[in-house]
């Protein structure tokens, strides 16, 4: 009898680790929030509970596997029509797919580094290589190098605006001016996950680039701005062609009916929702501009989220937060991020920062 068992792709053993945000740690006596995952700290919106306790009184069924009714919505909402899109369970998903639809072994993707961190697993999951181009100062793309990176095996560049973790976002004349540059028959995926953040004074529109440039894809997500992370839905806007590739490439009946309705009432509820991005807003500038009083170099942070750059000392600094009841994200030897939260949350943090600075008496 053979000994051998079976074997994955030798692309497998090389998928770097996600590393998910540390759940709260329960203290004695202390509320311990969790700014570690980028989250929403406001509950559903109104009307989606209702929609969701709605849906699941049919989860005998399988879901819409076309998503008509979804598509349908966001087509009245973002005037694009409903076949240029193509859903998933996160726009993580949608990445997934695209990538297995667009690139092969040899075949190069082009992405910011540091920057989302499913990137490099999602290529090399696909077996494609990635293609790491070093952030600029302040933490921002360095469009020019990314240009300069593609080559004749380049299938995808991704430009991740707002930048997880730094923070700062691409402006929309410097993203057209990039895109121009990238051959017509590579696919540029602009992945906008925390575009209702934005503030910058020339904002980023991808589904408006779309239209201009049929190599280009808008990446979505209801993840961050509209609460709905657990249960996972996202979406690119492309062309025809793009969406169906990518649809084609997708796992069937993905997104739930659940996640499906919980969408739809969402968009309906579209005043509250700008009004608590508002409030997030609101809190990120105030915490930003403490902490510049403290003397922190923080990359604009155009997202819900800040970077602290706390290259050899992370972990001493994130056992420091988390001693004091906030979980955070460390990226080890180089920095941390941390997501703008419930106002006290948003209050430790600015403490922390401050005593840190004390102690190491900068
Ligand atoms: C959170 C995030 C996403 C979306 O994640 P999903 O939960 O899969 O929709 C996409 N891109 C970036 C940069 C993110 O931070």
């Not at 030798?10 to 740690?25: E, L, S």
């Not at 667009?102 to 293609?131: K, N």
């Not at 700008?274 to 990359?299: H, N, T, Y």
């Amino acid at each position: 009898m053979s000994t051998s068992t079976p074997r994955p792709r030798d692309a497998v053993a090389t998928i770097p680790a996600y590393v998910p945000g540390k759940p709260p740690i329960a203290r004695a006596g202390q509320h311990v929030y969790k700014l570690s995952s980028n989250e929403n700290p406001y509950p559903p919106l109104p009307g989606v509970l209702e929609a969701v306790a709605g849906a699941a009184a049919t989860m005998n069924r399988y879901p819409d596997m076309g998503c008509s009714a979804l598509y349908a919505a966001l087509s009245e909402r973002l005037g694009v029509a409903p076949d240029q899109f193509a859903a998933g369970t996160g726009s993580v998903a949608v990445l997934y797919h695209l990538l297995q639809a667009y690139c092969g072994p040899g075949d190069e993707v082009v992405h910011a580094w540091r920057s989302f961190e499913a990137y490099p697993i999602a290529i090399t999951v696909a077996g494609a290589t990635a293609v790491p181009v070093p952030l600029a100062d302040g933490g921002r793309h360095d469009l020019e190098a990314m240009a300069a990176a593609v080559t004749d095996r380049t299938r995808v560049v991704i430009v991740c605006t707002p930048n997880n973790p730094t923070g700062p976002s691409v402006s929309a004349s410097d993203l057209a001016a990039f895109v121009a540059k990238v051959p017509p028959h590579v696919l540029v995926v602009v992945d906008e996950a925390y575009r209702e953040f934005v503030r910058e004074a020339d904002p980023v529109d991808g589904v408006a680039l779309v239209a201009g440039y049929p190599n280009v894809v808008a990446m979505r997500t209801f993840a961050k701005a509209y609460g709905l992370a657990g249960l996972r839905v996202g979406y690119l806007v492309g062309s025809p062609e793009i969406a169906a590739a990518v649809r084609a490439c997708s796992l069937p009946f993905g997104v739930s009916s659940i996640a499906q309705a919980a969408v739809i009432a969402s968009l309906g509820a579209e005043p509250e929702l700008l009004d608590r991005v508002e409030q997030i807003v609101s809190e990120r500038d105030r915490v930003v501009a403490s902490l510049r009083d403290q003397g922190w170099a923080v990359p604009d942070p155009q997202g819900n989220f800040l970077w602290f750059d706390t290259g050899a000392r992370t972990a001493q600094f994130t056992a420091s937060a988390e001693e004091a009841g906030i979980m955070v994200r460390p990226f080890a030897d180089e920095g941390i991020r941390v997501s703008i939260g419930e106002r006290e949350a948003n209050d430790r943090l600015v403490s922390v920062a401050a005593r840190w600075r004390a102690d190491s008496g900068q």
